[in-house]
């Protein structure tokens, strides 16, 4: 039986190396995959605490936010490919038409 | 019928309604003809209720209206009072002015704006019948403003011109500070009586101690300076004079600056209770009416004659108030309203006539141009000097004869001012309508006098020698009707304040009138001797007393004073206020400044917004792990 604490030590790591691509990558399809990252680590906490606690709340909780992700990647694939038709540019920092 | 007296404040609004509305599409005619009409129904119906007074319960009547105010118990109601001074007043109101009404007519033939002039003047009418009416102290007091702002329209009527247009703010500023008294005078009324109408507060009067009740009279008495032109207030009133003639006569001189001896006499009862007051009053009446007269001995301008010799006049009238002589303030206001508005509107007609010159050195030789005018003017000179047996006599007498019994100083500043008041009544005859011609261009180009021009000044030429028929004098066993008339008005306050029975004698009151007639006389042969019979004295006299004669042509330098004292220092104020505190605190710093300070943390805040979402993303971070840290760590 493996621990609670190590599943949460694993979405703890897999949170981090999300939250650092998005902030470090210049690539938005990598950004954009490193946002499913991140979701994904809240995932498996919620999966953990579900069956640390006995309760199905977690996992229908799960359900919901792939729902809710798999309706994100759509959009925001559907952006990036507008925007690339636009500046012929997946760059993220070429996009700053709102720099004050 | 006295139940319907409001219907005398009704018509001539109708008139302001159908004039101010719809006058330039009538026609000059029928805005004058309509606008006499509405003043001759007015007039109709106070001759109707004062027939009714004596009928009265008590000889009055309160005519309650409506509901006016209502805050608390705050509770003011709009209704009038038929008593016999307001009838008097109405009377004089309406009487007079219908026949300034009718003058106007021709006077104003061919001004562009004739129908805004009838509209003023009804509008006028109307407040100054609220101001008389009214049963308490808050509608006397609408009545007053209301009657000082037609004045202010009416001096400014011709607006164009600087002269006018100054005139008219002075008249309103110089106002307004004795109505701020005014104002103050009502506040205290209400808060130390609870009630404004006139019955409760004179009722209540004998409760009150001194003190409060001469503060009241002395806040309201400096209303009465403001509107009548006493000392130190009364510069507004020969400025005045720009306005057209007919509102000098009926505004200037016959009514509305009458409004302070009537609201003295109509709180007879308080004043009678603040002997302090009183004396006050008697004493700025008296200095007032020796002041004026003399500046009136070398003014020029024959309508400027007149103004000074109204603020004389209104010095008696507040004299004979303030020495407790209600009844004869009342007579004089009377008579004084009758000569005065003969007066004016004859010195108008010479003006019509000599195409708007008023200046007595240019004018001259006209008594036989100008017949109607000339003999009317003279009647009223008469009257104005107070010539054995014309109004003016017996209603100056009077006042004189009760200042005797009061104060024997006064009396004298009375008399002497009655000798000065003659002389330079009939130097403004003498120099305008005898003598040769001196101007052959203004004698070659008069106009003829029109019958409705001198229709009203024949009427009120008799009226200015009979007139004195309302108060003859009692001690020569004589009927005194209009003492009786008003004796129902002074009841409450005899009942408080008995008056000493010290009449005089039959043997001084011949004297006293003997005296003044004389003085009369001889003021009257000195302007003949001086004007007619040998004009190089007066050349002589004004070189010989150089500098005497120059305070008197500059009015004593008041004008120049009030300039350096008020006006110049209220100017530099502004100008202060204008360019340091507007432009430089309120404008550069406040608005400015807000705005500039709004723009430097806009460009502040801007660079947070780099345009890279990197950036974004890790300031949501950091401020994630903040929020959570503080959750965490609590």
């Known amino acids: ?100 | 019928m006295t139940n319907l007296i409001w219907l005398a404040i009704a018509f001539p609004l109708i008139g302001v309604f159908i004039n101010g509305v719809f006058g330039k599409k009538l026609g000059e005619k029928t805005n004058g003809w309509l606008a006499v009409s509405m003043v001759a129904l007015s007039f109709i119906i106070g001759l109707l209720a004062f027939l009714q007074v004596p009928n009265l319960p008590e000889h009055q009547q309160t005519v309650d209206l409506w509901r006016w105010i209502t805050i608390g118990d705050f509770d003011v109601h709009f209704s009038l009072l038929v008593d016999p001074l307001s009838m008097i007043m109405t009377l004089v109101v309406t009487g007079v002015g219908l026949l300034i009404h009718i003058y106007a007519i021709g006077y104003m033939h061919g001004d562009e704006g004739v129908s805004r002039f009838f509209t003023y003047l009804n509008l006028f009418i109307a407040s100054m019948l609220i101001l008389v009416l009214s049963d308490n102290y808050l509608g006397l007091y609408v009545g007053w403003e209301l009657v000082g702002a037609c004045s202010y329209l009416l001096i400014g009527f011709w607006f164009f011109k600087d002269s006018a247009a100054d005139a008219g703010k002075k008249a309103f500023i110089v106002n307004r500070v004795g109505d701020f008294g005014f104002a103050l005078g009502v506040f205290l009324i209400w808060t130390t009586f609870g009630t404004l109408q006139y019955s409760g507060v004179f009722e209540a009067a004998g409760t009150v101690s001194t003190g409060v009740i001469t503060a009241i009279t002395a806040l309201l008495f400096i209303g009465a300076i403001g509107k009548s032109a006493q000392l130190p207030l009364y510069v507004w009133l020969p400025d005045a004079m720009e306005g057209p003639t007919p509102v000098s006569a009926l505004i200037h001189a016959a009514t509305m600056v009458t409004a302070g001896v009537y609201m003295v006499a109509r709180s007879n009862v308080l004043y009678a209770l603040a002997p302090q007051t009183s004396m006050v009053v008697a004493v700025i009446g008296g200095v007032t009416a020796l002041y004026a007269a003399t500046i009136a001995l070398v003014q020029f301008d024959l309508k400027r004659v007149l103004a000074y010799s109204t603020i004389s006049q209104l010095g008696y009238m507040v004299m004979a108030v303030g020495v407790g002589a209600y009844a004869s303030g009342i007579f004089h206001l009377a008579t004084h309203a009758f000569f005065k508005a003969l007066l004016f509107m004859a010195a108008g007609s010479v003006m019509h006539a000599a195409n708007d010159v008023i200046d007595m050195r240019r004018l001259g030789g006209l008594k036989n141009k100008l017949p109607i005018t000339y003999w009317t003017f003279v009647i009223g000179g008469l009257a104005l000097a107070g010539f054995p047996l014309t109004a003016g006599f017996f209603s100056k007498d009077e006042i004189l004869a009760k200042t005797f019994e009061a104060n024997i100083w006064l009396y004298a500043i009375g008399v002497f001012t009655a000798l000065l008041t003659a002389f330079y009544t009939f130097r403004a005859i003498f120099m305008t309508f005898h003598g040769e011609p001196k101007d052959a261009d203004v004698a070659k180009h008069l106009h003829h006098e029109t019958p409705v021009m001198t229709t009203p000044l024949v009427i009120l030429a008799i009226l200015s020698v009979l007139g004195g028929l309302m108060g003859l004098p009692a001690a020569f066993g004589l009927p005194n009707w209009l003492e009786g008339w008003l004796e129902p008005v002074f009841e409450t306050m005899h009942r408080l304040v008995p008056a000493e029975a010290a009449h005089l004698t039959l043997g001084t009151e011949v004297g006293l009138m003997t005296l003044s007639s004389t003085l009369v006389i001889l003021g009257i042969a000195a302007a003949m001797w001086v004007y007619l019979r040998s004009p190089q004295i007066a050349e002589r006299t004004a070189q010989s007393a150089g500098w005497a004669y120059n305070l008197l042509v500059h009015k004593y330098y008041v004008d120049e004073i009030y300039d350096a004292l008020f006006v110049n220092p209220a100017r530099g104020l502004g100008k202060f206020f204008a360019k340091v505190v507007d432009m430089g605190v309120i404008d550069a710093v406040l608005v400015d400044g807000s705005a500039k300070t709004v723009g430097w943390l806009g460009q502040i805040a801007a660079r947070w917004q780099t345009g890279y979402v990197r950036n974004y993303v890790v300031s949501i971070f950091v401020g994630a792990i903040v929020i959570g840290a503080y959750f965490f760590l609590r």
């Open chain 1, 1 to 100: 039986m493996i621990p609670t604490a190590w599943y949460l030590l694993l979405a703890a790591i897999l949170f981090s190396i999300g939250a650092g691509g998005v902030m470090l990558r210049r690539n938005t399809l990598v950004i954009l995959m490193c946002v499913e990252l991140m979701m994904n680590a809240v995932n498996l906490t919620f999966v953990a605490f579900s069956h640390e606690l006995g309760s199905m709340t977690g996992q229908v909780f799960v359900f919901m936010i792939m729902t809710v992700a798999a309706v994100e990647a759509a959009v925001g694939l559907a952006i990036l490919v507008e925007l690339y038709r636009q500046t012929q540019s997946v760059n993220i920092d070429d996009f700053d038409s709102l720099k004050g």
